[in-house]
Every structure is written in C-alpha cells, then in structure tokens.
C-alpha cells in the first residue's frame, strides 16, 4: 500500500509569487529612507592610467550634491572583492592576496573606480560625475595573463612580480597531474579566444545604510 505523500509529486504554488506577479513585493532597489542619498562613482575609461590630476570643485557646488570624494579621502590600504575572500577566510586576510583600492590614484582596469558622489538624488549624482576634471596619464596596458607574465611587461601591480598578484593551491586539489600526464595514451593542448562572459547569476547584491 502506497502512502500518500503531501508534497512530493504534487504542483504547489509558491508563497511569494502573488507580491511579485502583481508588484507588491518590495526589493531593496524599492525601499526609500528618509534623507537617504545616492551614491555614484565615477570609473575609468583606460585599462591602465595614473591620475596625475583631479578637481571635483565644480561637482561640489552643483546643489544637491552632499559629497564627493577621491583617492585624497580614502585610507591608503589595499583589500579584495573577490567571492572567494568569502569562501575562504586565510584569502581575505593575508596581505599579499589583497590588490585593490578603494579609490586610486591609478587604473588598473577599464572602470576602476576613481572618485565617488553622494548626492540627493541619482540625477544629480549623474550630472556630478559629468562636473569632474581628471587629467589621465596614459600607461601602456597588458590585456591577457601570458603577456602580462612575460619579463618586462607594464607592471599593473608595482609591488608583485610579473603582475602575478598570488598563486592559490585550493585545499581540495587532489591527485598527481603530471603522473596522469606522463600514463595517458595521449596528450592534447590548446589555446582558445571567446567572448567576455558574465554568468546571470540572480544574487544580485544591494544595501542600505
């Protein structure tokens, strides 16, 4: 005699599906706060750039913007974005595995970020950006990881050696490859170029403070 299960097998309607179907439900993006501000930051258009100057005068006096800030008003001390500083805590923390700036006097990356507005709203925001001067100087960029490693290519990162920020063996790496390498019947090696690629992930992440 079979039981009768309440669940499985069964189609069931998911508890939240009406707020979001008909827009009730409210995400972050939808709260608003009193004397909340927005917040937009101003990103590199070169790869790789010193900024040899910047004068945000004109984004302070433009009304509505509360304030704007630069590599000037930010701690000079380097720390990581990276999902994996998450994953697993000795990256986060070791010092020779942190490569980024909160703000910078140099561009390491098309969009890194070079000054950030606060404002009364995003348009303001927006137009503040506009309001800032930067004056660039140009670096030579490297734009793939083999010729970034070559002896003599432009250092990106002043303090590691051929741009190699660290190397990370993950604990969970098992087997000999170069055994598996020399047994195997045959070996095959290839390069390959595609398109950037960005998976959709829905985690998207939002606050407010």
């Not at 706060?33 to 004109?58: F, N, Q, T, Y």
């Not at 006096?61 to 930010?74: F, Q, S």
């Not at 561009?107 to 890194?112: N, S």
Request: glycine letters at 6%.
């Amino acid at each position: 005699m079979s039981e009768e299960l309440s669940y499985v097998g069964k189609r069931l309607p998911k508890p939240d599906i009406a707020g979001k179907v008909t827009g009730e439900a409210k995400y972050t993006e939808d709260l608003v706060i009193a004397g909340m501000l927005e917040g937009r930051l101003l990103r590199s258009p070169h790869a790789h750039a010193l900024v040899k100057a910047i004068d945000v005068s004109k984004a302070q006096a433009l009304p509505g913007v509360v304030c704007v800030l630069t590599h000037k008003d930010c701690p000079d001390q380097k720390f990581s974005r990276s999902t994996m500083a998450e994953a697993l805590p000795e990256f986060a923390f070791s010092g020779e595995r942190q490569d980024q700036y909160i703000l910078s006097d140099k561009a390491r990356y098309v969009g890194d970020w070079i000054a950030a507005v606060a404002a009364e709203d995003i348009y303001i925001a927006e137009r503040a950006l506009e309001l800032i001067e930067v004056e660039y100087e140009i670096l030579p960029a490297v734009l793939d990881p083999f010729s970034a490693m070559e002896n003599g290519a432009p250092k990106i990162h002043g303090d590691v050696k051929n741009n190699v920020a660290f190397e990370m063996d993950h604990p969970f790496n098992t087997g000999d490859v170069e055994k598996a390498f020399a047994e195997a019947d045959a070996v095959v090696e290839f390069s390959g170029v595609n398109s950037r690629q960005k998976h959709l992930h829905l985690e998207t992440d939002a606050a407010i403070a």
